[in-house]
Each structure stands twice: as C-alpha cells, then as structure tokens.
C-alpha cells in the first residue's frame, strides 16, 4: 500500500501571517491536526500542528495574537506519493512526528497522518467493518487476528 492511497489530497492552508487561533479555527472546522504553512518566501511548505498550538497557548500566549511564522515547522520531511505506508511510518517513527507532507516534485499533494496509515492498514486487513456501522469495538478487535 502506497502513501497516495492513504493521504489525504484535502489540506488546510494557511500563511505565516495567520494568528495561531484562525489557524486552529480552520484544523478545528475540518477535523485536522495540522495545516500547511505556504510561505511564498519559504524554501518550502512548512507545517503547524495542533502541538505547536497547544505548547503556544500552554506557554502563556495569546493565540489570537500570535502569528503562525513563530510556531511554523520549517524543517520538514516530505513524503513522495508513491512511498510504501511502511516507509512513511518509518520516517514518522524516526523523527518522531506523526504528519508527513505529501510533495510530488515541487507540488503540494496533501498530507498523510499516523491516523491516516493507521485506517489504511486496518482496511486491508479486514478489520474495519461497514463505514455506516459506525466504530468497531473491543470484542470486535479481540476476535481479530492480526498477522
């Protein structure tokens, strides 16, 4: 399985001139833990996650005064579409992160989260029921043997 199956191409962008809370306002409404910081004078796309709020708000500041360009990542790892999840999980693993942004040649592809390898391998293995069912439970996990 290859990290393009797995991703998702739908990201939150922000800039670094974005106060850290229209930045969590935005993850918040979509249900994601990180957004991509485009920089049009960065190397790169850098990445904030929903740590870096936290720790900026547990640290005292004001988040609606704060901008995201003093909580950005900028040294990151980027991912290639057509990585295998076990590599992506390694890099993750590695570096201690558990976002990747998604890059093919200079364009952005979207973002792959441990959450995200997480559903893919357990598809895969059969262990997600029907998505309408809702949650799998305990028992249901229990009775599953995983190779």
């Known amino acids: 399985m290859l990290v393009r199956d797995a991703m998702s191409p739908l990201v939150v962008e922000v800039g670094p001139g974005h106060t850290l809370r229209q930045a ?19 190397e790169g796309p850098g990445i904030l996650t929903e740590r870096d709020v936290l720790r900026a708000v ?60 997480t559903r893919a391998w357990a598809k895969d293995r059969g262990l997600l029921g029907d998505p309408g069912a809702g949650p799998a439970t305990a028992k249901d996990a229990d009775a599953v043997a995983i190779s």
């Open 58 to 117: 547990a640290a005292g500041e004001d988040p609606s005064e704060v901008l995201v360009s003093s909580h950005v990542t900028t040294s990151v790892v980027y991912a290639e579409p057509s990585w295998s999840l076990d590599d992506a999980a390694a890099a993750m693993v590695d570096g201690g992160f558990r976002h990747l942004v998604v890059l093919e040649g200079p364009e952005l592809q979207g973002v792959l989260s441990v959450r995200d390898i």
């Open 24 to 42: 969590a306002r935005l993850m918040a409404e979509r249900n994601v833990g990180a957004a991509i910081v485009m920089d049009p004078d960065g």
